[in-house]
């Protein structure tokens, strides 16, 4: 087998690798911003709503549903929370979450 055969599965490997690893880090995204909104909402089963908006709308949500569903559940309770504001504790999340990746914690 070629070299070259092998450096094509190796590139597919390790493209396969990084989008698993990002999958874990956005779920882990999702998760903290649930526990988020759940306080903000004064929910009394904080996991149960956190664990729902990991799995929002799909087996792998995009960012989009994730804020979507966040919004329209702070929006539902009464609360006055900005798009902005989502979308910084999101962005925030996601940067807490890559260091939990990077130091081995997930």
Do not use: C, H
């Amino acid at each position: 087998m070629s070299a070259f055969g092998d450096d094509g599965r190796d590139a597919r490997a390790s493209a396969a690798s990084e989008a698993a690893l990002e999958a874990r880090v956005r779920s882990r995204r999702n998760l903290m911003i649930g526990v988020w909104a759940a306080g903000l909402m004064g929910l009394e089963d904080v996991s149960a709503y956190a664990r729902a908006v990991a799995r929002s709308e799909a087996d792998t949500p995009l960012d989009e549903d994730i804020f979507r569903k966040v919004s329209r559940d702070l929006a539902d309770s009464g609360l006055t929370t900005s798009a902005a504001e989502v979308r910084t504790k999101m962005e925030e999340f996601l940067a807490v979450a890559r260091a939990q990746m990077d130091s081995g914690e997930i």
